[in-house]
């Protein structure tokens, strides 16, 4: 029989007992923090998107009713896009998770955490620490990342652990290790604001980041506004520069800029001399890529390139980059976003004012797992095999250096790879939804099925992952617990519990408790009592790294200065900017502290449009009342009024023509391993050849190509074959 410890979180004061953790409402679990007005306000961060976006939360009778934009916060300035307004109502759905789930049936939760342990170290035992991994989110606190990690790799003895941060920021995560030396988004929204030219490449702001489009639309420059995507998106249409550019020929087009540039003498030589390494081999390479090769390859003419080039070439003054999935989620990512990289540099476009090469993150905390989910990064930006390293973070966290793998973790596709070859039996799946979310869908459900023993932590059990699971753990969603988000920006903010979660679901972060206590390793856990308690330890595995954070007191810090961009070192506590970016001193996190040129060739994408397939599907953001699979969006009544009714599929009026198509038409459309029916949107903002689909529908991931970046293992969503016919009745 289990016990449990008293845990010191607000949620509670006396013991765990057994009957406690069987009917926690009834004693209170999960009640309002006593430090909220129970008719106030509390601010908090928003739990949807990277932005970040500070919240005013009203309060009545001790519960948030509503949510409001909070004017003072330094990201959103007042304004909010419509998941921020509606961010309290998936809280109240019909279909909220209440207790725990064994194959389908309702338990308890001192019987799940007997058989979560008894089963994981069952599995362990027979197969090895590789045959058990859990995958994670960029939803949930950057505490609850920090304690699962922990408590999965140093703790329970698990060697493999991802998140699906990697289907959205692991190319550059990847990239800027590699070309500054550190995972180091250098900008601040402020720069939006402050560009003479903003180039956005595969990013439509307008409609994935409204708050930062608004941003945009906030700049006195008058500045030119550079759009590089194969579709006419919202934010093509108010670009002063919009690039149809043949899909994934964007790399192509990035060297073509370069050749440009260095032909033009439109070259910052000054810069690249003092504080870059690789460009002299970097310039040779990209002689290959003249204006009349560059334009057959994308579909732009040579007057284009060159407007182009002139429009970013040293002595323009503040020029941005800006890029997102459209580059992310690519074959070839990583060396596209190098790309960027490397005109940044080359025109000394980075650590100034409205400058920078900057990767627009995607879930609300993206960024908090990259510095500390404990997956392929040892907690705070570490080297799993860097035996100092090992040695720090353990010293910092008080765990002996042996519990420390001296490996990081398969990624996110191999993990699945290792599922369905059987070398992985058991999987722990935290708050996301991978059988709607990842590429080749049947395929992903198909290697489910060899598992041993599937574990799903989540909101909701009605999800199509959690449907799965032999095990369901329910869990409390934002606005029901507390913890840290990092923002695009590097801003830390807090996030507040004002409503108590339904029925027995708790807090990741109590979930986590329990299992650490369930598995013996109450003593090795002691310290870890509470989300702030866990801020504490995760800052001290800063300290000295890029991302330190020693300055930041704690919560009530945070919430007073409207949150705090990393880097803050304990010696600048008392006087930093809200606004700072990186490398104002041009000095890089490199061991000779240059940027480095990192470059490849192009390669073709590795599903091509053929005679049987002869189109290339295009998915992307929907509306920004939408939200990836859509588990809470569709919740809401007021979101789903703002996005359209059903699914629809963009086609080129050529391509609807030759099908004798018509807008509003049933159609078909069909990949290698799917089909899919739908209506028929007629748009000329595709080009020929190519058709869109929002990502949103539970069915298009049945339709893509399982193919990812060989350096960031990120998956390829934008790019596969599929045809389209007229479906008849």
Wanted: charge should be neutral.
């Amino acid at each position: 029989m289990i016990t449990f410890p008293a845990p010191t979180f607000r949620e509670w004061s006396g013991p765990l007992t057994e009957d406690l953790v069987r009917d926690p409402a009834k004693f209170g679990l999960g009640q309002i923090p006593r430090r909220l007005q129970p008719n106030g306000t509390a601010k908090s961060i928003c739990g949807f998107c990277s932005t970040g976006c500070g919240l005013t939360l009203h309060l009545k009778d001790g519960v948030a009713i509503n949510a409001t934009p909070d004017p003072d916060y330094p990201v959103n300035k007042g304004t909010a896009c419509p998941k921020g307004w509606e961010a309290l109502t998936p809280l109240d759905a019909a279909d909220r998770a209440k207790t725990p789930k064994l194959n389908g049936e309702p338990t308890d939760w001192a019987t799940a955490m007997q058989i979560f342990c008894d089963r994981m170290k069952s599995v362990m035992a027979e197969h090895g620490p590789e045959s058990a991994a859990y995958i994670s989110t960029g939803q949930i606190m950057s505490e609850e990342m920090g304690f699962l990690g922990a408590l999965a790799k140093f703790g329970m003895g698990m060697i493999h652990g991802d998140g699906n941060t990697r289907q959205c920021m692991a190319t550059a995560v990847t990239a800027y290790k590699e070309s500054f030396g550190f995972d180091a988004p250098p900008f601040t929204y402020a720069d939006f604001e402050e560009s003479d030219v903003l180039v956005f490449i595969g990013a439509n702001p307008c409609i994935a980041h409204p708050i930062m489009w608004q941003r945009v639309l906030r700049n006195k420059r008058q500045p030119q506004i550079i759009v590089v995507d194969p579709r006419t998106t919202e934010t093509a249409m108010a670009a002063t520069q919009h690039y149809a550019i043949q899909p994934k020929s964007d790399l192509t087009l990035l060297y073509g800029l370069a050749y440009l540039l260095i032909r033009d003498g439109a070259v910052d030589t000054t810069f690249v001399e003092e504080h870059t390494s690789g460009y002299a081999e970097f310039a040779e390479f990209v002689q290959s890529y003249p204006p009349e090769q560059v334009a057959s390859i994308t579909g732009l003419t040579v007057t284009q390139l060159q407007t182009f080039a002139d429009s970013i070439r040293i002595g323009t003054p503040r020029v941005s980059f800006w890029w997102t999935m459209g580059v992310n989620q690519s074959h070839q990512a990583t060396r596209t976003a190098q790309a960027i990289i490397n005109l940044a540099l080359m025109t000394g476009n980075i650590g100034k004012s409205g400058t920078g090469a900057n990767s627009i993150t995607g879930q609300c905390n993206a960024m908090g797992s990259r510095l500390f989910s404990n997956t392929t990064n040892l907690i705070g930006g570490h080297d799993f095999k860097n035996p100092a390293h090992r040695e720090k973070v353990a010293e910092a966290i008080g765990f002996p250096v042996e519990s420390i793998p001296d490996q990081p973790s398969l990624a996110y596709d191999q993990i699945l790879e290792g599922v369905e070859s059987g070398k992985i039996k058991a999987l722990w799946i935290i708050a996301t939804n991978p059988s709607h979310s990842w590429i080749n869908q049947k395929r992903f459900n198909d290697l489910l099925n060899k598992l041993d023993f599937l574990v799903v932590q989540d909101m909701y059990d009605t999800t199509e992952t959690a449907q799965r699971a032999h095990l369901f753990l329910p869990a409390a969603a934002w606005g029901e617990k507390e913890g840290t988000f990092i923002n695009s920006e590097r801003r830390l903010g807090v996030s507040r519990q004002v409503r108590r979660a339904p029925g027995q679901a708790l807090s990741d972060f109590r979930i986590f408790r329990l299992i650490a206590h369930a598995w013996g390793l109450a003593d090795q856990f002691a310290e870890w009592t509470s989300p702030e308690a866990v801020f504490q330890i995760l800052k001290r595995c800063t300290q000295d790294q890029p991302c330190d954070i020693t300055g930041i007191e704690d919560y009530a810090m945070l919430q007073k200065s409207g949150g705090i961009q990393w880097p803050l070192k304990k010696a600048h506590a008392t006087d930093f900017q809200t606004e700072r970016r990186l490398f104002s001193d041009a000095q890089f996190f490199t061991p000779d502290q240059r940027a480095r040129f990192i470059f490849d060739p192009p390669e073709s994408p590795t599903e091509l449009p053929d005679d049987d397939y002869p189109l290339i599907l295009i998915t992307g953001r929907g509306t920004s009342a939408q939200w990836h699979t859509e588990t809470r969006t569709a919740k809401s009544e007021v979101l789903k009024k703002l996005a359209p009714s059903e699914v629809y599929l963009e086609i080129h009026p050529e391509d609807a023509s030759a099908q004798k198509i018509r807008d509003g038409d049933r159609v078909t459309i069909q990949s290698r391993r799917a089909s899919m029916t739908l209506k028929a949107r007629i748009s000329p903002g595709v080009s020929p050849g190519q058709v869109f689909l929002p990502m949103h529908d539970k069915r298009v991931n049945q339709l893509t190509h399982w193919s990812v970046d060989p350096h960031s293992r990120q998956p390829s969503y934008k790019h596969c074959a599929v045809k389209v016919v007229l479906k008849l009745d």
